[in-house]
């Protein structure tokens, strides 16, 4: 029996849609297209995977917080009502 949480699901669909560039000085820059304002910057691609992550999270947590909509993201909706 597996066990999903609704949030962990989110978080990872999310991040399947994440967008990876290497900048001139060599570094990454991340972001989210379907999560507005959801950028990360790191010195290696994982430490950008590991920022972009965080962001998303504290994105969520805060957009939960003030009751903004988030988007739908494969057919997962943390929106209430």
């Not at 560039?21 to 060599?26: F, I, M, P, Y």
């Not at 992550?53 to 903004?68: A, C, M, N």
Request: glycine share 6%; net charge negative; hydrophobic share 45%.
């Amino acid at each position: 029996m597996t066990v999903k949480f609704i949030l962990s699901e989110y978080v990872d669909q999310a991040m399947a849609e994440a967008m990876y560039d290497q900048l001139e000085d060599h570094s990454f820059v991340g972001k989210i297209p379907v999560c507005k304002g959801v950028i990360a910057f790191g010195s290696t691609l994982k430490e950008c995977q590991n920022e972009l992550q965080s962001t998303l999270e504290d994105w969520i947590l805060l957009g939960l917080k003030l009751r903004h909509r988030l988007p739908v993201i494969d057919n997962i909706d943390l929106n209430m009502g």
